[in-house]
């Protein structure tokens, strides 16, 4: 069951991750591609699989948020990742749209360091 989750969760996250940058991509070059359904809808039904399989992992391994440092941390990096991405959608300016999405691939960084060490960096 681990390694299905586990697999699952990688794969999710790099269909996440994908979908953000050509999601930017698009945006930035103000494509009609972004106006479609699938392009409005499919990052909303993949986060919600990606956040069913991190749930998932949580339980299998019994280690949780605000008990577990390093989960700790990889929550609030992937909260900042969030906020991040989606100022870099409705940022009021070409610049600070850019700078939300370079900020959010930074946090991203840290989340897969977490995902890997379980070490926390900025709490540790």
Partial sequence: MYLALKHSHMLLVLLSVGFFVVRFALAWFNSPLMQKKVVKIAPHIIDT????????LMVT??????????????????VAYVALGVMAFKGRTKFLRLMCFFGALGWLVLVARLAITKTPVLFG
Avoid: R
Wanted: proline content about 4%; overall charge neutral.
């Fill in 49 to 56: 699989f990606l956040l069913l399989t991190a749930f998932g």
């Fill in 61 to 78: 391994i019994s280690q949780y948020p605000f008990v577990n440092l390093w989960l700790t941390e990889k929550l609030l990096a992937v």
